[in-house]
């Protein structure tokens, strides 16, 4: 109470804050920020506009006070005069934006409140609100409330910048144009930039010293949400060597739980422990609401809670006091215990039963076993770090993965080479022509220089060289040029020099700047080396892997090639197709893709391989029964079946009476002003033509083919109906905007200057609250958009086929089918893409799929439909639900959706297990003996479905 009444008395003391001064009357009116509720995404010439998008997924961070709007509109109307009655004067704009501020945040019992008002100094004038009739008609009032809603130094009551807890509110959407932005919007008004950047300084020692020193201290934590900008590091550099830690002592794990759990899990904890979290002295670290940082792209899991960092003395103090009252049984004594590290081993032959440390809590059988394990003494983890016996130093080619600086002789120095406003010196390394390649002197005769050229052509075409210094990766070489042309390998393997295709000079500087960007100085360029890095590894059929090079070329001067032949990387080793009975294992994990179950996960069980005849493999196969894949697969049909009726914007502004132009802005943004400085988003956001976006089901965007290279946007039935509802609602809108359809912007006064029987008067303020109610209530608000390459399901189409994949899983029947089969029938878990030739490439929405990547968060042999598809990515709706799958952007209630990435993926939907049928038919009539036990009857095509 003490702590309240004092903050009603002074301003907010948690973080310094000024008072509110009001302006100059020759002082324009500071502008309105409500950046806060943009997305950056919806910028327009610099002015943000509100995303209907955004404003519904903050609607629980900041939402509009209704209250208050209606509070600007009687401001707007009650004015001394006709000619403030005939357009809304500065004071009634200010108070609709303030209105359009979020709410005074909620308080909890026993935490701070701000003050609903700032107190003034008695020594400054108190300033007339907005509204008052303190102004002739002539001459607009400067309200010092636009101060208090926009201006750098406003108050928390008015923008909500504080929570309830204290915190600041760092505003990941205010436009940052300035460093002094940034630090206002993402550390508050009277951040002290000396102080965050030692503080981040001070991190940066503590993680070197974990790493290279041990631990150095069990206590520090940085206390801030976002980075400084880098030039004020450099400026604060000096104060490294004054900076310390304390070592102090790790938490036990009560302590530790405590720190870090949340109010509703306190139960985890003893009653004596996890009451804390409620009781007076430690609740205003563990509050039940609490504001959060949105994150940037919209994912919730990423936005950061902004709860209160642990104050370390006052957690102590009240915990010490609550542990020595309780009483803990035994188990809860040894849980409290720093025990000794544990060696975990896994074991796949073994089965462990671990119990469980919770009462209540089933024990669990796995194949890890663990031991006691004694770690080397490390006093206050100070050590010696010293390079092992056997490590290679020096100017040697480093190993894979391992980038330095050493392998390539080189000399560093400082210097300015920014064009920022920070006018620091940089590292650059200059790079020692003497260890090139070719050496690089330029008294050197032409004909020499050629035969340097063409001597590092033949040593460098079509073998790897190392490319990317320091960051080296493998790369095969396919051109070297010099001044006078190209060297490239022919068809026939041979050396030859040809016409470049870029002149030398161009070519040079272009190099020379991508060099010089990254800090390396690669001095007088004589020869260029033409190269495709490695990109992935990919394998065949039988399982062999090969390297595949990217299509797209890099270019270096040759004095950064060394002329070291690069390590073998264990990565990227081409690896010869095994033997069939070679390739299989038991207990191995494979996918059937004979006739009878195909797509089903199988188990080998055996391999046998009888003299003179084909490799018999035994195997289990896991079904749920002809009728599950038959009912997902008739729902994925009839998804695929639906096809929205789309027509042309033109044509549909042609029925509804509405200006072609106008509409297409309409579906896009319509940025009204409604102060000086800010503006908000009267459109519907269903298409964005700059960005490519759209939003699936709504709208789509096609190529022209009376244009080359022009585009035609078309909207659904249901975007339609959507916008003649926004049309009958607001005509006056419509009319507004079709009187200058060519504005970028629209004044407020002159887009709802049209009174009509729905507006009952003129009223642009309330009327312009109508319009933003209507959007956030609108189907189309809670739709994320998408590129316009991406096709995908409606919500309610992925939501119809979860449904039946969870009415299937109900009615499945597992059963274990023993089949023996030949190796062509088994497909074995994939680590690397198919060859292109052995790809399929025409997945389509609605396909039926099986995952055979044998790495990667999806479970091999997990079967799904598609349900999306952009580039080489495809999001599929799996059958059953795994713990890292996703809910597709709330459109689904399970965990069942995953992005995969084309080549992981079977098609199941296609027919080409047919292909299989005939080939086992004709092995039979061969000979072949049937039931698929035969010797080697089984010629199934395993890849068909690959074709």
Same mark, same amino acid.
């Given at each position: ?7 009603? $008395?002074? #301003?907010?003391?948690?973080?310094? /804050?000024? %008072?509110?001064? *009001?302006?100059?009357? =020759?002082? !324009? +009116? @500071? ?84 003050? $609903?008002? #700032?107190?003034?100094?008695?020594? /400054?004038? %108190?300033?007339? *609100?907005?509204?008052? =009739?303190? !102004? +002739? @008609? ?810």
């Amino acid at each position: 109470q003490q702590q309240q009444q004092q903050q009603s $008395a002074e #301003p907010f003391n948690f973080m310094a /804050q000024s %008072t509110v001064e *009001a302006p100059p009357a =020759e002082t !324009a +009116p @500071a502008k309105t920020n409500l950046a806060r509720f943009f997305h950056p995404s919806e910028l327009k010439e610099g002015r943000p506009a509100l995303a209907p998008q955004v404003v519904n997924k903050l609607q629980k961070f900041e939402s509009v006070q209704p209250a208050a709007v209606e509070t600007a509109a009687a401001a707007a109307t009650d004015t001394p005069s006709a000619t403030s009655a005939a357009k809304p004067s500065l004071a009634a704009a200010a108070k609709l934006a303030e209105a359009l501020q979020p709410p005074a945040p909620v308080h909890r019992a026993g935490g701070p409140a701000a003050p $609903a008002t #700032p107190v003034q100094p008695a020594d /400054q004038a %108190t300033a007339p *609100a907005a509204g008052d =009739e303190a !102004a +002739p @008609a002539s001459a607009e009032p400067q309200p010092a409330s636009l101060e208090a809603v926009g201006s750098a130094q406003s108050q928390p009551a008015n923008r909500d910048e504080f929570s309830a807890n204290g915190m600041y509110i760092p505003d990941v959407f205010a436009p940052l144009d300035t460093a002094e932005d940034y630090y206002r919007a993402k550390f508050g008004p009277k951040a002290s930039r000396p102080d965050i950047c030692r503080d981040y300084l001070l991190g940066l020692r503590w993680v070197l010293a974990y790493y290279f020193q041990g631990l150095p201290s069990w206590s520090w934590s940085y206390r801030h949400f976002f980075a400084p900008l880098p030039g004020d590091l450099i400026d604060q550099a000096y104060a490294i060597g004054e900076m310390s830690l304390d070592y102090g002592a790790p938490l036990k794990p009560f302590q530790q739980l405590l720190a870090v759990l949340p109010p509703a899990s306190r139960h985890l904890l003893p009653d004596a422990i996890g009451d804390l979290m409620l009781g007076e002295k430690l609740s205003t670290f563990f509050p039940t609401e609490y504001d959060s940082i949105p994150d940037e792209k919209g994912r919730e899991w990423r936005q950061v809670a902004l709860i209160p960092f642990l104050d370390e003395a006052t957690f102590l103090a009240a915990y010490n006091e609550a542990e020595s009252k309780a009483t803990f049984t035994d188990k809860e004594q040894s849980r409290n215990t720093l025990a000794a590290a544990r060696m975990f081993t896994f074991n796949p032959s073994v089965t462990v039963k671990n119990a469980s440390a919770l009462d209540g809590v089933r024990s669990t059988t796995s194949r890890c076993s663990s031991k006691a394990f004694q770690l080397w003494a490390m006093p206050e983890g100070k050590y010696t770090p010293q390079i092992l016996a056997g490590c290679w130093t020096g100017p040697v080619v480093p190993p894979p993965g391992f980038p330095t600086f050493n392998f390539l002789k080189n000399t560093q120095r400082l210097e300015v080479r920014s064009r920022s406003r920070y006018k620091h010196q940089t590292l650059m390394l200059a790079i020692d022509d003497k260890d090139a390649v070719v050496a690089q002197d330029g008294l050197l005769a032409k004909d020499i220089a050629r035969a340097r050229g063409a001597q590092l052509a033949r040593m460098c075409l079509g073998n790897p060289v190392l490319f990317g210094f320091p960051y080296v990766v493998e790369a095969e070489c396919c051109g070297v040029y010099d001044e006078e042309g190209c060297w490239r390998l022919s068809r026939r393997r041979q050396v030859i020099k040809e016409v470049a295709e870029e002149p030398w000079d161009t070519m040079v500087a272009r190099v020379r700047k991508g060099f010089l960007s990254i800090g390396l100085d690669v001095g007088a360029i004589h020869l260029i080396v033409q190269a495709l890095p490695l990109c992935q590894m990919v394998s065949d059929r039988d399982g062999a892997l090969m390297k595949q090079y990217a299509a797209e070329p890099l270019w270096a001067p040759a004095q950064v090639i060394p002329a070291q032949k690069p390590r073998p990387d264990p990565r990227f080793v081409e690896v010869a197709a095994a033997p069939p009975h070679e390739r299989f294992h038991k207990a191995q994990r494979v996918l059937y893709v004979g006739e009878s179950f195909y797509g089903c996960v199988a188990t080998v069980s055996a391999v046998k391989r009888p003299a003179g005849e084909p490799c018999v493999v035994h195997v289990k196969v896991v079904t749920k029964g002809p009728q599950h894949e038959k009912a997902l697969t008739a729902a994925a049909q009839r998804a695929q079946n639906f096809r929205p009726a789309y027509t042309k914007l033109q044509t549909v502004a042609g029925k509804l009476g509405i200006n072609a132009l106008v509409l297409s802005r309409l579906c896009s943004n319509v940025t009204v002003n409604i102060a000086e400085g800010a503006v908000v988003d009267l459109g519907l956001g269903v298409k964005f033509s700059r960005k490519a976006l759209c939003v699936n089901g709504y709208s789509r965007r096609r190529g022209d083919p009376g244009r080359q290279g022009a585009f035609i946007w078309e909207l659904s039935s249901r975007c339609v109906e959507v916008i003649r509802q926004f049309a009958e609602s607001f005509p006056d809108l419509i009319a507004g905007m079709a009187a200058s359809p060519n504005s970028d912007a629209y004044e407020l006064e002159d887009l709802f200057a049209v009174p009509t029987e729905q507006q009952g008067g003129f009223d642009p303020a309330a009327r312009l609250e109508q319009v933003l109610e209507w959007i956030r209530g609108c189907e189309i608000s809670s739709l994320p958009l998408v590129p316009c390459e991406c096709r995908s399901f409606t919500s309610e189409l992925i939501q119809e086929l979860e449904g039946q994949a969870r009415k299937a899983h109900q009615h499945a029947k597992e059963e274990v089918v023993t089949l023996k089969v030949g190796v062509e029938e088994l497909l074995a878990p994939l680590t690397a893409p198919l060859l292109k030739s052995q790809q399929q490439n025409s997945l389509q929405l609605g396909h039926r799929v099986v995952n055979i990547r044998a790495t990667g968060a999806c479970p091999f042999g997990a079967k799904g439909t598609v349900v999306s598809m952009q580039g080489d990515k495809v999001t599929v709706l799996f059958d059953d639900a795994f713990l890292s799958g996703g809910n597709l952007n709330g459109r689904t209630d399970d965990f069942r959706g995953f992005v995969v990435p084309h080549w992981s993926l079977i098609c199941l939907s296609t027919n080409q297990h047919l292909v299989a049928k005939k080939k086992q038919e004709k092995s039979k009539k061969a000979g072949g003996k049937k039931g698929g036990a035969a010797k080697g009857s089984s010629t199934a095509n395993p890849f068909a479905a690959l074709m």
